[in-house]
């Protein structure tokens, strides 16, 4: 991900999560810390005829990657483009040397939750009122780090 895809990007946001979207500046943040020598952050995008249609980030700090966020246009659901985005996070984690992998994600998110399940995310916990404004709590997961052979495979194009 880089500047110019932000718009997009906060388009897709805003549609997606409209209650608890990111603001520009949380991704500017987020940016600032994704280039350079002593860069922990990995931000990417997915296009499909020129169309930003996912994206996802990933922050990794002593050890430990947390997927700060992942999303795909909601004409992509059930393509396998968050398993693939996914996927490309979990690389970055191992290339940042992370023992871990941790999220939060939506108790009322089924949908997403059976994704994290499928490559190896275990609940740990709950974060009370998370998401704001809506007030909805977050299910924390963490999945250790794993060899490439334990990986999961991911199908699709």
């Known amino acids: 991900m880089r500047w110019w895809d932000l718009e997009p990007v906060l388009a897709l946001e805003h549609d997606l999560f409209p209650e608890d979207a990111w603001s520009p500046g949380m991704f500017w943040s987020e940016l600032a810390h994704a280039r350079g020598p002593l860069a922990t952050r990995r931000y990417l995008v997915a296009e499909q005829g020129g169309r930003i249609v996912g994206y996802g980030g990933l922050a990794a700090v002593d050890g430990t ?19 693939r985005l996914l996927t490309a996070l979990l690389g970055a984690a191992t290339a940042f040397e992370c023992h871990e992998v941790l999220l939060e994600v939506r108790v009322d998110n089924v949908r997403a939750q059976r ?43």
């Open 115 to 157: 994704l994290y399940t499928r490559f190896g995310f275990e609940p740990i916990g709950f974060r009370r009122g998370y998401y704001q404004p809506g007030n909805v709590d977050a299910l924390v997961m963490r999945r250790p780090s794993q060899t490439s052979s334990e990986a999961p495979s991911v199908q699709g194009t």
């Open 65 to 83: 990657g947390d997927v700060q966020t992942i999303a795909t246009a909601r004409d992509q659901w059930g393509t396998g483009l968050g398993g």
